[in-house]
Structure formats: C-alpha cells, structure tokens
C-alpha cells in the first residue's frame, strides 16, 4: 500500500529565501506525481506534475525533482514571497493510469514571513 | 470558466437524512474521483469513476454512492448520514490516457449535525 511522506510539516521562513519542501513515497512503481498548493478553506491548486520519466518540472519560481528509485521529490521555492504561505502537498498515482486516484502526503504549511 | 465545479459548496444536515454534492467537470476528462478531507486536512480518495468502470476504496461505507449521469458529471448521494461524515468533499477529474493530471474542484463541506 503505498504512503507518501511530506517533511517538514510545517516550516516559516523570512521573505526572499529559498526553500526546499521534501515528500517521499513508499512504492516506486508511480505514474507521476503532482504537487499541489491549498489556501486555507480553498481547493486544490496543481501547481507540477512530473511524470514517471522525467526528473523535473519547472514553473516560475517552482522547480519539482523526481527521484523514482529512491522514492523522493522536492519542490524548490525560488525568492519565497508572503502570497507564497499556503499548504503544500504532494501526491502520487501509482502505474495503471490512475483509476484509483492520488496517495496524498498530509502536506507542508507554509508560512512566509514578510 | 470553472473547470471542476461542485455545488452546494456548504451543506448543513442532521444526523440520517440523505444528501447529495454535484459535481461538473468540463474540460473534457474521461475520469472522475471524489476525495474526502478530514478534519485533520487529510486527502483521501474514495471512488474513481472511469467509462462506467467504478473503483471504490475499501473503507468507504456503502452508504456514499457515486452516480454519473453523463460523462461531464459525478454526484455523490450519502444515505443515513452520520457525524463521522462532516468534512470536505473534493471532485476531481483527469484524463486517463494522458497525463494524468487532475483537477480539483472547490469543494464542499458537509456539516452534519
């Protein structure tokens, strides 16, 4: 069965610094993996989905890494801004195409600190 | 245009009456998934719904049943509702031969008192 992990949970960091959000997942054997942003009492914003081939996306100030073999991937946040604070979550589907939906990690709060 | 849209965003029942959340997607997709958040934000799936082929997730009570009457729609109708089921319930969609990437829709939190 397969886990998805998101470390920190929560993390707060001052205006303009770079960051670095971490998620691993138990079974290596993904379709992609889809990085999301959640405004509190919002849905889901797809922020980058990286398939199971590939090793990054990257948009804006986002860049997502996939390392399948060893079950990790990170999203880098460029000069982080206060529009940035938000949870950050990460979630897999595992190889078939995806008719049994994300595994979602429990997510990264994020605060920015102006 | 909103891709996924659900209605009612807000729901507020007692405990056994039955309720129902639509849900519209029109981007196209070929596959629908609807998601519960608790109370603990925590995503997890509960059904996907793809060409008339129904995935449920074993911990969903049969008392939540999806119906879609066309491709472009997922509802979901919840029987003899209880307090355990008050969260917020998310629609999604994607399309199954492509990418992958799926869409949420706002969501919809169901209070049940």
């Known amino acids: 069965k397969q886990e998805v992990t998101q470390i920190p949970a929560a993390l707060s960091v001052p205006e303009g610094e770079n960051l670095v959000l971490n998620c691993s997942f138990t079974?290596?054997?993904?379709?992609?993996l889809q990085w999301f942003r959640q405004d509190p009492g919002k849905g889901l914003t797809s922020l980058l989905l990286i398939q199971s081939s590939q090793r990054e996306q990257t948009s804006g100030r986002l860049n997502a890494s996939l390392d399948k073999s060893s079950g990790r991937s990170t999203l880098y946040i460029a000069a982080s801004q206060p529009g940035d604070s938000a949870t950050y979550l990460c979630a897999v589907t595992d190889s078939g195409g995806g008719a049994d939906g994300l595994t979602f990690g429990k997510g990264t709060h994020l605060i920015i600190q102006p | 245009d909103t891709a996924v849209s659900q209605t009612p965003k807000y729901l507020v029942t007692q405990m056994g009456n039955d309720k129902s959340i639509k849900c519209e997607q029109n981007l196209g997709h070929d596959t629908m998934y609807w998601y519960k958040q608790d109370s603990k934000k925590f995503l997890k799936i509960m059904f996907s719904?793809?060409?008339?082929?129904?995935?449920i997730n074993e911990t969903v009570p049969n008392r939540f049943s999806p119906k879609s009457p066309d491709k472009a729609h997922l509802n979901l109708h919840i029987n003899s509702l209880e307090l355990g089921d008050s969260a917020v319930y998310f629609c999604?969609?994607?399309?199954?031969?492509?990418?992958?990437?799926?869409?949420f829709g706002p969501g919809t939190r169901l209070t049940v008192t």
């Open positions: 719904y793809n060409n008339k082929e129904l995935i």
């Open positions: 079974d290596s054997a993904i379709y992609n």
């Open positions: 999604a969609s994607s399309h199954s031969g492509r990418a992958g990437e799926q869409y």
